[in-house]
Structures are given as structure tokens and as C-alpha cells.
């Protein structure tokens, strides 16, 4: 018999879900690291840019964007 103080295991939202708020985290980021490293990193070569965006968005999405996303939406994840 399950002791009171286990936790209930949580399902894990369903697919289309964690994709929809994956996009929404990621490509408004996206489009403005694009649009700055145009003009702050012109004549870089693309490899150097693009490292430049990367390493920018995954901090921010990891860090700030989907933790926020996850919290404020997380009636509509689990329903």
C-alpha cells in the first residue's frame, strides 16, 4: 500500500504540447539574435555568427525563457 507521503508520479505533458511551447520559446529569441548579430557581427564568417546565436539562445531559453514558459503555462501542459 503507497505511503501518504510518496508523491504521485506526474505524467508528462503530451508531445504536440512540450512542441508548442519549445517554438514559443525559441523562435521569437531566434528572429532578434538574427536580426542583432546581422549588424553587431557583419564580416564574421557564418560559422563564428551562427556559434554566436546558438551559444546566445540556448542560454536564454534553458535558463530564463522555458522555465518562465513552463511555469506560466503549466495548468494548459498538464491538463
Known amino acids: 500500500m503507497p505511503d501518504k507521503n510518496t508523491p504521485k508520479a506526474r505524467k508528462a ?3 504536440w504540447k512540450r512542441w508548442a511551447i519549445s517554438m514559443l520559446g525559441v523562435y521569437p529569441p531566434l528572429v532578434v539574435l538574427v536580426l542583432v548579430s546581422q549588424s553587431l ?3 564574421a ?3 563564428v555568427s551562427l556559434f554566436v ?11 530564463l525563457i522555458l522555465p518562465f514558459l ?3 503555462l503549466h495548468g494548459w501542459l498538464t491538463a
Open 13 to 15: 505533458p503530451v508531445f
Open 41 to 43: 557581427l557583419q564580416g
Open 45 to 47: 564568417p557564418v560559422v
Open 53 to 63: 546565436i546558438a551559444f546566445c539562445l540556448t542560454g536564454l531559453t534553458t535558463g
Open 70 to 72: 513552463n511555469r506560466r
